[in-house]
Nanobody, 126 residues
Framework: QVQLIDTGGGLVQAGGSLRLSCTAS????????MAWFRQAPGKEREFVGA????????YYSETVKGRFTISTDNAKNTLYLQMDNLKPEDTAVYFC???????????????????WGQGTQVTVSS
């Protein structure tokens, strides 16, 4: 099994930056996609971005493309989400997720992930 711990949330002013971290433990060798999602109050969980170890590809939602950057530190089993030029509408709980079993579900759908972090709150003030 894989366990995820996501950290790094906080309160920031509009235009500011935050970096989230997601550290994996356990059977990390079985993980082939890791992703970030977010969920604002009263809204559905929304895809932010993903990194696949097959092909080493990165994907972003149109909402965050150009402002957010995903990176990895394989030695630390950690996935990062660098968030720049934050906007109040980015306020949400951010979740890290991992896909450890093959599925044809596209990377942007939460149903394609079987392991989730506990979430970290990001609040952007105007």
């Amino acid at each position: 099994q894989v366990q995820l711990i996501d950290t790094g949330g906080g309160l920031v002013q509009a235009g500011g930056s935050l970096r989230l971290s997601c550290t994996a433990s356990g059977r990390t060798g079985s993980t082939y996609i890791m992703a970030w999602f977010r969920q604002a109050p009263g809204k559905e969980r929304e895809f932010v971005g993903a990194f696949t170890w097959i092909g080493l590809s990165t994907y972003y939602s149109e909402t965050v493309k150009g402002r957010f950057t995903i990176s990895t530190d394989n030695a630390k089993n950690t996935l990062y989400l660098q968030m720049d030029n934050l906007k109040p509408e980015d306020t949400a709980v951010y979740f890290c997720a991992a896909r450890t079993e093959y599925t044809t579900v596209q990377v942007r759908y939460p149903s394609g992930y079987g392991v989730w972090g506990q979430g970290t709150q990001v609040t952007v003030s105007s």
